[in-house]
């Protein structure tokens, strides 16, 4: 398979205020790239979400602004690129209006949401929260709500699903963003 990964991070829950976003590039099934990056919200943040990811307004205080981010990253959000995410709701949620609020366009892409695809190929599981369903598979989620981190354990999660149930199981599941 050849998809992106994304995850975001949020100061808040404004979807908005984006702290820190990673990418990772899988060819082939092979993860080949990876990026990530804090960013600044130039907004208040909310102590449960600090507590959830541990970046504090002082780690992003010299961090670049989204669209500074959005610079390094927009080439790969194309109609026909596949973006996945673990709760992809969210994830696109964060880029559409992290997007908006700094007057860009949002871009059209192909979004697959790793919990969903969790949801239907491992129904036992008692919650297919990104920690449960990677430790299930044995994938190494090394920091969970570290944005690189997870975006690394949902891309292994969809290709242990694709080579587990092949990917016309997958496709099914594929929206138009």
């Known amino acids: ?27 082939d099934n092979q993860l080949v790239d990876e990026f990530y990056s804090l960013i600044n919200p130039q907004t208040t943040f909310n102590p449960r979400n600090i507590q959830i990811h541990g970046i504090q307004p002082a780690d992003v205080v010299d961090a670049p602004l989204f669209p500074d981010v959005w610079q390094q990253i927009k080439q790969f959000y194309t109609p026909d690129q596949l973006v996945i995410a673990h709760n992809a709701p969210f994830d696109n949620g964060v880029l559409r209006a992290t997007l908006d609020h700094y007057g860009v ?13 969790s ?13 449960t369903v990677s430790s299930a598979l044995g994938i190494d989620l090394l920091h969970h709500h ?30 138009v963003i």
């Open 105 to 117: 366009a949002a871009p059209h892409y192909l979004s697959l949401d790793t919990v969903r695809t």
């Open 119 to 131: 949801r239907r190929f491992y129904p036992e599981l008692p919650n297919h929260r990104l920690n």
């Open 146 to 175: 570290n944005a690189l981190d997870d975006t690394v354990a949902a891309a292994q999660i969809l290709v242990t699903q694709a080579e587990q149930f092949g990917v016309d199981q997958i496709k099914p599941l594929v929206k």
């Open 1 to 27: 398979m050849n998809f992106i990964a994304m995850d975001f991070e949020t100061a808040s829950a404004v979807r908005s205020s984006a702290v820190s976003m990673a990418v990772v590039v899988v060819r």
